[in-house]
């Protein structure tokens, strides 16, 4: 404490504006010492100079107040730094110089009233999780989005403007989703030992009937999409994931969404009806009045609107089932047989697994935006009742676990498909159970909504590639073709015995 007054008063220094570490290194002195190594110059001295304290130093100790800080004489050295000089030894501001701050920053409580490195420390930590929670909310831009912005850049009345702005009405993203799981479904379907040849046990069906299919499921969804964006573009201007759409955007009015949703949803419904089924075409038109007559508007209701649109997505893997099970009807044909027959219990499973699987994608995907949807009007589980969107998500997820064992249990797929997909199953189980005990916090929202992005493509294709006789098929043709040779090779050498004896 003694050299803390005598520091003090050597400085003219006011002891409470100044803290101890500072006053420690203004005690230091010009010293000597004696070299270690032998060197003629070893009883000479060794002038230390006053360490050079940096900028930032003194950032999370800055108690000198700021008045003190500029009556004190100061100078710049060759670098520019503006240094404080006190009894001859230098010592670097611990603020930059007020000339080159905004007048703002200058006059604010920063400055005035500096803060403490403890208070600074808590203040970090508490600002730490709404950190988080700011960067959750940041999802990629979908395909739809892009498109708008991609169109925005090309000539008004360019042809390639009106192609990518339609695109971008039809959600490309999500219709290629809905294809793949009617894809799947169709390929899936057992077909009836008449129709099969004689290279493998589970052939393809028509070439021709899928690509009708295909085609014109896409064109249903396209059209379901953009007259949702059609029925709210006031809505959709109020939230960051919907204000980029294109009629958001006036890259299209409303009279020209409304043509091409009407267009694309009549040859939609003709391509299924003429080149599938009628009930295949039925099943199409009334998941794109669901999507656009139901659903949009009960999103602004109540929280069902969840359920209807989990009853949208589980219609097309029913679609591609019906159209598999159209060839192979030794009816006439009709809905009752293609649906509720013994043999539809495969599309009713798939259908369940598109719609479990709604649950745990959609509420994870609404937690990051839970307050625009708010905002926007929109009646979401996310906000209303977050609890319940959590043991929803859940409860959902586990129901995979079942449907997806229905599959190997109905003969629909082998048994290995029933352990790997187990494996998927409980990774998306995992991950929500995560979301449903962190209520979204602590990047479980994110977590639980790419391992759905993943989960559905990942089970499509294990069952395809489980599909029950596949590989049994593959099997027997590769046994067949090696009994043929060996046959001939016996027969050769049958043949040279023979020969040998005569």
Not at 91 to 117: D, K
Not at 232 to 261: C, Q, W, Y
Not at 307 to 312: D, E, H, L, R, Y
Not at 408 to 419: A, P
């Amino acid at each position: 404490m003694a050299l803390y007054g005598k520091v003090l008063r050597s400085r003219y220094v006011d002891a409470e504006s100044v803290c101890l570490r500072c006053f420690l290194r203004l005690s230091k002195r010009t010293t000597s010492r004696r070299h270690f190594t032998i060197s003629p110059y070893r009883n000479e001295s060794i002038t230390i100079k006053a360490p050079f304290i940096p900028h930032d130093y003194f950032s999370p100790h800055r108690i000198l107040p700021v008045s003190q800080i500029q009556s004190l004489p100061q100078k710049q050295n060759a670098k520019g730094d503006t240094a404080i000089v006190l009894s001859g030894e230098r010592l670097f501001n611990p603020l930059p110089s007020t000339s080159t701050l905004p007048s703002s920053i200058v006059s604010s409580n920063a400055l005035t009233h500096p803060e403490l490195p403890h208070r600074r420390r808590q203040r970090l930590k508490a600002e730490a999780p709404s950190t988080i929670a700011e960067q959750e909310t940041l999802i990629p831009p979908d395909a739809s989005s892009r498109l708008t912005s991609l169109s925005t850049t090309l000539p008004k009345a360019s042809v390639r403007r009106l192609f990518t702005t339609c695109l971008s009405l039809s959600k490309p993203r999500l219709s290629f989703m809905i294809v793949l799981t009617t894809a799947a479904a169709y390929s899936l379907y057992p077909v009836p030992a008449l129709l099969l040849p004689t290279s493998t046990i589970a052939p393809s069906l028509s070439t021709l009937t899928l690509i009708f299919l295909t085609a014109g499921t896409a064109l249903c969804s396209a059209s379901a999409n953009a007259l949702n964006m059609l029925l709210e573009p006031d809505h959709d201007a109020k939230m960051s994931r919907t204000r980029n759409r294109p009629i958001v955007r006036g890259l299209i009015g409303r009279k020209g969404a409304l043509i091409f949703a009407g267009l694309s949803g009549t040859i939609g419904v003709g391509s299924l009806y003429f080149g599938v089924n009628p009930t295949v075409a039925f099943l199409g038109g009334l998941n794109l009045f669901l999507y656009a007559g139901v659903y949009t508007p009960m999103k602004r209701i109540s929280v069902l609107n969840t359920w209807v649109g989990a009853i949208v997505g589980g219609i097309p893997p029913l679609m591609g089932w019906a159209a598999a099970a159209g060839h192979s009807a030794t009816g006439n044909g009709a809905w009752t047989e293609l649906l509720f027959s013994e043999a539809s219990v495969g599309g009713w499973l798939l259908a369940g697994i598109l719609y479990a699987w709604q649950f745990p994608h959609f509420n994870a995907l609404s937690w990051s935006i839970r307050d625009e949807y708010k905002n926007a009007g929109y009646r979401m589980m996310v906000w209303v009742n977050p609890r319940m969107n959590g043991r929803v998500a859940l409860r959902y997820a586990l129901l995979l676990l079942p449907l997806c064992a229905g599959l190997s249990w109905w003969q629909i797929t082998d048994q290995g498909f029933l352990f790997t997909s187990t494996i998927v199953n409980l990774w998306i189980v995992r991950e929500a159970w995560r979301f449903w005990r962190r209520e979204g916090q602590k990047g479980s929202a994110r977590g639980l909504f790419w391992a759905s992005v993943w989960h559905l493509p990942v089970i499509m294709v294990l069952a395809m590639a489980h599909k029950k006789g596949l590989w049994e098929g593959a099997w027997r043709w590769f046994a067949e073709e090696e009994t043929e040779e060996e046959e001939m090779w016996v027969s050769e050498e049958e043949l040279q015995e023979e020969r040998v004896v005569i």
